[in-house]
Nanobody
């Protein structure tokens, strides 16, 4: 099992940027890939992006690509770079870890076996 801790959320004005972080602890072989989802009240979780720990591959939600980008360090932290934020990006952003290799199924919630508590992003004047 992997423990995940997100940080970096907060209040930002429309057009602004944030960088979210997610640090993993636990067995490295339990996190072959990791991803970001977001959730607004009354809606299910929406896939944002995922990244592999085996290579440099990433997988992004097409609608958000260009404004959001996922990256990682070489140890245990992934990042989500949020640019040109809009009010509709307001959500709780969750980090997740999977013991599966990154593939097209990484956009599905079932792909992940560990979840963080979430970090809230509010885009508002």
């Amino acid at each position: 099992q992997v423990s995940l801790e997100e940080s970096g959320g907060g209040l930002v004005q429309p057009g602004g940027s944030l960088r979210l972080s997610c640090t993993a602890s636990g067995r490295a072989d339990s996190r072959k890939s990791m991803g970001w989802f977001r959730q607004t009240p009354g809606k299910g979780r929406e896939f944002v992006a995922a990244i592999s720990w085996i290579n440099e591959n990433t997988y992004d939600a097409g609608a958000l690509k260009g404004r959001f980008a996922i990256s990682r360090d070489s140890v245990n932290t992934i990042y989500l770079h949020l640019d040109n934020l809009a009010q509709e990006d307001t959500a709780v952003y969750y980090c997740a870890a999977s013991n599966y290799l990154l593939d097209g199924d990484s956009s599905e919630e079932w792909f992940y076996n560990s979840w963080g508590q979430g970090t809230e992003v509010t885009v508002s004047w």
